[in-house]
């Protein structure tokens, strides 16, 4: 057995960056390892400072987006040290015949047990909830109430991929954003069976194993006008991704950098594999 006695320190530098120096992980902040959230917080200061300095270095950013790493990592790296020291006091104190050990016995194991609240906690230990502020060089404003906002964590989901003289096969969203571009994501709501031509019929499970070209041909005679709700959204996603592709550029023609739009078609009010296109 391998033991050893060391003390509990809970701190975080004033600052993140001095000059062209920065600290991550543990240079940069020290918590009580509850939940071994350190760790996480260290791999996320590392992935937000690294992809900044990359663009910036070969071109593609100004420099200026170096001053987001400290707004965005340092609050969250305080927030940590604040929660992980409560609980870890917490749990010291939970000896025999102490009201510390009453309340984790009758209070917070019962609160934590719904389905929900056990989510919710999975969610703050894994630090996969975390959001950096909009306040900085971040802009817009969600379009539909309770959407993502700007600098909250995309969630993964199961899409269905279509591709020419291919079968729909599912894939993760998140496969799309593990990259070396950006990423696009472009949503639209169809029309229901029947309203929205070929566009719905691909939505369905069950034609989810025909071949792409087949779920085209009884629709080809008539396919979805531009003077169609569905037809002008699609041409304005079209513009805007090629849009932002001019000012971004476009990912097949560099091996990092450079942006490419996924449209995600979603049926309404049902759950079944949605097929994407990826652009």
Not at 244 to 270: E, F, H, N, Y
């Amino acid at each position: 057995q391998w033991r050893d006695i060391f003390p509990l320190v809970s701190r975080c530098a004033s600052t993140f960056r001095r000059g062209n120096a920065f600290l991550v992980g543990d240079a940069a902040h020290c918590s009580p390892p509850l939940g071994y959230q350190g760790m996480n917080a260290a791999i996320q200061d590392a992935a937000n400072l690294g992809w900044k300095l990359a663009l910036c270095v070969r071109g593609g950013a100004s420099s200026s987006i170096l001053e987001t790493y400290d707004t965005e990592r340092r609050p969250l790296a305080e927030n940590l040290i604040a929660n992980t020291s409560r609980g870890y006091q917490a749990m010291l104190k939970a000896k025999p015949n102490t009201w510390a050990l009453w309340f984790f016995t009758n209070v917070l194991g019962p609160l934590i047990r719904p389905a929900y609240m056990n989510e919710q906690l999975t969610k703050a230990l894994a630090m996969t909830d975390i959001s950096y502020p909009s306040s900085n060089m971040l802009v817009g404003r969600p379009m539909i109430y309770g959407s993502l906002r700007p600098g909250q964590r995309v969630p993964d989901a199961l899409l269905g991929l279509v591709k020419e003289t291919e079968n729909v096969r599912p894939v993760r969203l998140h496969r799309f954003l593990a990259s070396n571009h950006f990423t696009m994501i472009l949503t639209v709501c169809i029309p229901t069976m029947g309203e929205g031509g070929w566009i719905s019929q691909c939505c369905d499970p069950a034609a989810c194993l025909e071949p792409f070209e087949e779920l085209l041909a009884p629709q080809e005679a008539n396919p979805p006008s531009t003077e169609t709700r569905l037809g002008r959204t699609m041409v304005m996603l079209v513009s805007l991704a090629v849009r932002a592709m001019q000012k971004i550029g476009c990912a097949t023609d560099s091996p990092w950098g450079g942006l490419r739009a996924l449209l995600v078609l979603s049926p309404p009010g049902k759950a079944s594999l949605t097929p994407s296109v990826e652009g």
